[in-house]
């Protein structure tokens, strides 16, 4: 039987999809080491190390960082009350600049409310209080009052009264700031006794010279005399005599008809600050008896020393033989001529 060949293909079983081709290359694929934890660990400590260390730095900068203490109530009164004497030529916009100085410190000072209500209430309330005493609620009384005749019932006064209602305002603050507080019982077992009460009287009375020079010296100034503690300054303060006052009185309506004890003694403490301010010197209190106040000493580098309250005293009881200018060259002082200063 003859052998019959077929020649024919199978059928395909799996047939190529048109539509596939030859494909990129796939992305190695990231094998976990097993260390990443360790990695985080590490990075996490780090971070706190780090806070710790910045926030001990600003602690330590902190502790460095000199505080500035807040200005005590009646440091603030008593400058708000030297810049209202720029006021002084406007009557109304002086007496509000004072009155609303004083009532403010009185707030914080006693804890008064005494911004918010009006001038009775406010003395209405003052009555029941203690913290004053009856001279000071007098003087206060009198004072709001005053002021208000100023600011609602278009009174207008003149300078010398607005220099007592300005003066009546500084001697409320000066009665009423806080004492100092005592010495503490370690510092004062270091130190004897008369060193404490020696240290202390200096501080206190160079202070008070040093204030009322400064009140005075601000006064003269916005009545037009020229008191900017040079030594061609106490010229000024003859001036001031010649004209305030006549035959070793005070002339009515005169910037010294009123309060003239406070006024020379300011005076007086300016004269010495000149003197002081320009040549060295140390304010003492030698006399403690009822005349202290006239004898405070001034001591000079050279060792010398004068009395400048007297001196003021002399010079409104004797007049120009007893002036403030030669006064001051005989302390030292150098002033320039008159006509140098006008050049």
Known sequence: MPLIVTNST???TSPINATDGLRDIAPP???????????????????????????????????????????PAHIRARQKLGEALAL??????????????????????????????????FLHELQATTLLTPAQKT????????????????????????????????????????????VNANERSRSSPQQISSTIGKKNVADEMAKSADWI????????????????????????????????????????ANDVGQRIFAIGAYTGEVVRRNRGGTWVDADQGPDADINIELHLPDGTC?????RAMKRLKNGA??????????????????EELQT
């Not at 100034?221 to 004209?243: M, Q, W």
């Open 321 to 338: 033989e007893d002036g403030i200018a030669a006064w001051g060259s005989g302390a030292g002082l150098e002033m320039r001529p008159r």
């Open 306 to 310: 004068c009395r400048p309250v007297q």
């Open 139 to 182: 003087s206060l009384g009198n004072f709001l009052t005053n002021c208000d005749l100023v600011k609602f019932a278009k009174y207008e006064p003149g300078e010398p009264e607005l220099l007592d209602l300005h003066a009546s305002a500084v001697r409320l603050v000066d009665e009423t700031e806080p004492t100092q507080p005592p």
């Open 217 to 256: 010296s601000m006064a003269l100034k916005s009545s037009g005399y020229r008191a900017d503690f040079s030594p061609e300054s106490l010229r000024e303060i003859d001036r001031f005599f010649e004209e305030q006052s006549a035959g070793g009185t005070p002339k009515p309506g005169s910037l010294l």
């Open 88 to 121: 002084i030529a406007q009557p109304k916009p002086f007496c509000i600049a004072v009155s609303d100085t004083l009532r403010g410190y009185l707030e914080e000072r006693f804890t008064f409310r005494a911004p918010e209500r009006t001038t009775e209430e």
């Open 10 to 12: 199978p059928a395909a």
């Open 29 to 71: 694929v990231a094998i976990p080491s097993g260390y990443e934890w360790l990695w985080w660990t590490f990075g996490t400590v780090a971070l706190v190390i780090a806070i710790i260390l910045l926030v001990r730095w600003l602690q330590r900068r902190r502790a460095t960082l000199a505080i500035t203490p807040p200005i």
